[in-house]
């Protein structure tokens, strides 16, 4: 069956702190993975993609990686500012059909 | 320049009524979704159209119809809400036909049913 596993289900760090957020997935065959930041009251916004070949990938203060092997990724946040306090959702795509398989998410609270 | 519009973002609606739900998008995407959204944040897939085309309809009560007058637009409407209905109802829109392409969300329509 195909499915999506993120870890915490919640957390709450200090503002300037680092974390990291974990998705197993066990979708196949795998296509893609994409992480979404949701802010309370928006709809998910897409931050980065990793496919097969790709084991790490940066978008500013955001490191994506992939191990493809063990079906795992993670979303490094550094330096967390106020405004990454979001809602973060994994999501993998198979490479047959438009299938696209949800996390259940992670929420994030930045503290002052 | 809004890329994924839906209206309304509020709606509150007593038990037995009929709604609708519109959603346009500006990005010349040819799929466009509905997603539910429950109260632990899970964003479920209800119906996808490509091309105006239903392409996938998962176990969705029938009093859920969609309707794609066009490309552009996919608006959902719902017969006699039930309480179990409340929840947030997201639109989105991608390529079907290119690697990769990202899902678009617009920001949400909040249904409650009292």
């Known amino acids: 069956k195909n499915q999506v596993e993120q870890s915490p289900q919640s957390l709450i760090i200090l503002e300037g702190k680092n974390c990291t957020l974990q998705?197993?997935?066990?979708?196949?065959?795998?296509?893609?993975l994409r992480w979404y930041k949701q802010d309370t009251g928006r709809g998910p916004v897409s931050l980065t993609i990793?496919?097969?070949?790709?084991n790490t990938k940066s978008n500013g203060r955001y490191t994506a990686t992939l191990d493809a092997d063990t079906k795992q990724s993670s979303l490094h946040i550094t330096a967390s500012q106020l405004s990454d306090s979001a809602s973060y959702i994994c999501?993998?795509?198979?490479?047959?059909?438009?299938?696209?398989?949800f996390g259940t998410g992670t929420s994030l609270t930045v503290i002052p | 320049d809004t890329a994924v519009s839906q209206t309304p973002k509020y709606l509150v609606t007593q038990m037995g009524n009929d709604k609708s739900i519109k959603c346009e998008q500006n990005?010349?995407?040819?799929?466009m979704y509905w997603y539910k959204q429950d109260s632990k944040k899970f964003l479920k897939i209800m119906f996808s159209?490509?091309?105006?085309?239903?392409?996938i309809n998962e176990t969705v009560p029938n009093r859920f119809s969609p309707k794609s007058p066009d490309k552009a637009h996919l608006n959902l409407h719902i017969n006699s809400l039930e309480l179990g209905d409340s929840a947030v109802y997201f639109c989105?829109?991608?390529?079907?036909?290119?690697?990769?392409?990202?899902?678009?969300f617009g920001n949400g329509t909040r249904l409650t049913v009292t």
């Open positions: 989105a829109s991608s390529h079907l036909d290119r690697d990769f392409s990202p899902l678009h």
């Open positions: 998705c197993n997935y066990t979708v196949s065959p795998f296509s893609n």
């Open positions: 990793m496919t097969f070949s790709e």
């Open positions: 990005l010349g995407h040819d799929t």
């Open positions: 999501v993998v795509s198979p490479n047959t059909g438009n299938q696209f398989y």
């Open positions: 159209y490509n091309n105006k085309e239903l392409i």
